[in-house]
């Protein structure tokens, strides 16, 4: 949710800064822009609407000059549409900005400001921040930055440039992520590790309530009171190649045969002599001993892997476990105590429900366990333990990859929930296991069904309403499978248990809407195919996609994709792949753009 970078060194900041910006794209793309350091106390901006390659064609246009310091920025609107004057850059006097957050006290600062004749130009909070810094500004940026923070609520990144201060960038944070790196040629932030792994993999998250300074000669991570803070320096695992498509069309469709890797990784490093280990991670077994409820709280595709992880435990170790949407748990006044054991499962590690959820969480002495992709993002920092999954970077904004480890993760602590609870027998646990290990095989295997849903995606590209239906663990897949479908191909589409479809949903059934059906729940396969016949004898073209023997239903569908065989219970990865290539042909059938669809951030630091 907008994409933030500045570089301060000796080679040309205009080209780190658009570079940044196509690497940062996924995370907001409405409009775009960059402001220039000049020694001469001048700051250039230049912005635009639209994506950041109509922002490199306007820079090449107008060819700025020469600047070594400079910060720039890709806009996810909030506040105010997507338009020039609201894009970033926002300047005000001395002050000239990058925001990513919502200040939400902004308009009793626009109220204060007005008072003294001072009024936006736009329609955005983050320029009635520019203004705020610019009215209190002293000559002095720390302390500018300190009594303006201060006066603001609200999640938020700034880089802020003072053209008093040529060369120099200023940046704060709350809430909002910031990493900052520096190499031999200057120094570097960003809101991720995408825009800067290229320049060096060891890193520092600023910490809230501190000042990075950005110079040629480095970085300088100052307190409040002015004193140098040393930062605590992490080391990203993967490298610039991760976060490049590699040859293929789209990051998604990379993304999507990335996935046994990224299951081996995160699956694999977790099994030590045949036994689920969390040692390496601190995680203590009493914490999977003393809780009586689980509530899994978190975002879109991250919430239908919790979906799937309540169905699992619920079933394989009788534990009750609720799943809440983290932008209703946060406001709902959840029933958890300190005998809930509350799972936050993000790919990012900063969506902002879901970390605020992990906040409410423990002030109600929850104890806390984290499911996140990002090393060292807050709310991996945050929980009180946290499993990380390793899929590497992530960037086409429908997840794929992260899905399928975040359903690896629930699968470790289920395997380690019923060892430590003696819930299953010795030979259970072991075959349970013994799956989990072999998933990124399966999942190599289901990997080539692609051309088969290629194929059968056309039976989806025209149409303008769908539904996928399930029931038991194949419900929360329909789930995911429908909200891929509308995220990348804006076709609306909706998930239903198969059995409630006949109490309403059902009138919405004819001829030019089709049915996605997953079934892989063996006791409920003859209802299933009942609930198939029901939208069938309506007009609908069927899509089933199984793991039965079909054989007796040679009538039920008009397409099938046979998934590999596995054990029953591990079905949602092989039904992951297959709705995911499903969704990924018909967005590219209908000539969408896969990777960065719209109204979409991929990290949503909003509420
Ligand atoms: C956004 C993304 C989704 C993601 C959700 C939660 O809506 O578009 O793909 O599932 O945020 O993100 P998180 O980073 O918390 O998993």
Redesign the pocket.
Known sequence: MCGIIGYCGSNHATDILLDGLSKLEYRGYDSAGIALSQNEQRIETIKTTGKVQELRNKVMALAPKNSYCGIGHTRWATHGGVTETNAHPHSNGSVTLIHNGIIENYSEIALELAKVNKFPKSQTDTEIAAMLFSHLYNGNPLETIETACAKLEGAYAFCILFADHPNEIYCVRNASPLVAVENEFGSYIASDMTALIEYSKDYFIVPEHHVAKLTKNGIKLLNFAGNEVKPTMLHASWDADSAQKNGYAHFMLKEIHEQPDSLLTTIMPRIKNGVINFEEEQIPDSLFMNFSNIVIT??????NAGLVGKSLIEKVLRIPVSVEPASEFRYGDPIIDDKTLVMI???????AD?LAALHLAKERGSKTLAIV?VKGSS?ARESDYVLYTHAGPEIA???TK?FTVQMAALYLICGKIASVRNLLSQEQLHTFIEELSSLPKVIETALQLEPTLKEVSSMLSETSDCFFLGRGLDYPLACEGSLKLK?ISYIHSEAYVAGELKHGPIALITDQVPVVAIVTNTITVPKMISNIREVKARGSKILVITDQDMSAYPDVADALIELPKTDELFTPFTISVAVQFLSYYVSLHRGLDVDQPRN?????TVE
Do not use: Y
Request: include cysteine; aromatic fraction near 0%.
């Open positions: 978190a975002c879109g595709t991250a919430m499962i993000s790919q990012s590690g900063e969506t879901s992709n709310i904004v429908a997840s992260a995220e979409l951030a991929k990290s949503v």
